[in-house]
């Protein structure tokens, strides 16, 4: 997932305990799974006790690929 919407402190906290890490574009060689702007919307918005099983819905099933 990119990030193209603002996020808070306490959800980029949780995001890097998800894995993510902040990564310079030149030596970036992870792949990435597109999700619509809404997906992303919820998973703001949702209860930081549920994110993780949303997250698991919107990732599961779609085939990763290089930036």
Known sequence: IRLKHPIDDDMWRWLCDMGWRAMPVNSNRRKYTIVSEKAFERLVKADPTQRGALL???????RARRA
């Open 56 to 62: 698991a819905r919107m990732t599961e099933g779609r």
